[in-house]
C-alpha cells in the first residue's frame, strides 16, 4: 500500500484545512486509516483514526475542530481541520494498519506540513 498526503499548508489561526490522503491497492477498505502529526522537539501523536466499519476516535485536542471520514470508492480519507490553531502547526502523516494497535507497524505517507500563523 502506497499513501500519498496532500492538502497541507499555511493558514492563519481559526481557519480551515482539509488534509486528503490517496492510497495504492484494492484493498483499502479493510485497513483503519489513521492521522498523526509531529511537530517540531515533540513526539508523534495520534490525531484521528477511522476503521473499516466507519468508526472514529479522535485525541483530546481536535475534538469538535478535526473530523475524520473515508471515501472507499476512491481509496481515499480525509482530515477536515477547522478552527485552527498555532499548536496545530506539524508535520501531519497518513497511515494504514491492519487494527488500531498496529498501525503504527503498518503503512505511511511522507508526510503534509501544516503550519498556522497566529
Known amino acids: 500500500v502506497q499513501l500519498v498526503e496532500s492538502g497541507g499548508g499555511l493558514v492563519q489561526a481559526g481557519g480551515s484545512l482539509r488534509l486528503a490522503c490517496a492510497a495504492s491497492g484494492r484493498t483499502f477498505g479493510v485497513y483503519v486509516m489513521g492521522w498523526f502529526r509531529q511537530a517540531p522537539g515533540k513526539q508523534r501523536e495520534l490525531v484521528a483514526v477511522?476503521?473499516?466499519?466507519?468508526?472514529?476516535n479522535y485525541a483530546d485536542s481536535v475534538k469538535g475542530r478535526f473530523t475524520i471520514s473515508r471515501d472507499n470508492a476512491k481509496n481515499t480519507v480525509y482530515l477536515q481541520m477547522n478552527s485552527l490553531k498555532p499548536e496545530d502547526t506539524a508535520v501531519y502523516y497518513c497511515?494504514?494498519?491492519?487494527?488500531?494497535?498496529?498501525?503504527?507497524?503498518?503503512?505511511w505517507g511522507q508526510g503534509t506540513q501544516v503550519t498556522v500563523s497566529s
Open positions: 497511515a494504514a494498519g491492519a487494527g488500531l494497535a498496529t498501525i503504527e507497524s503498518g503503512y
Open positions: 477511522i476503521d473499516s466499519g466507519g468508526n472514529l
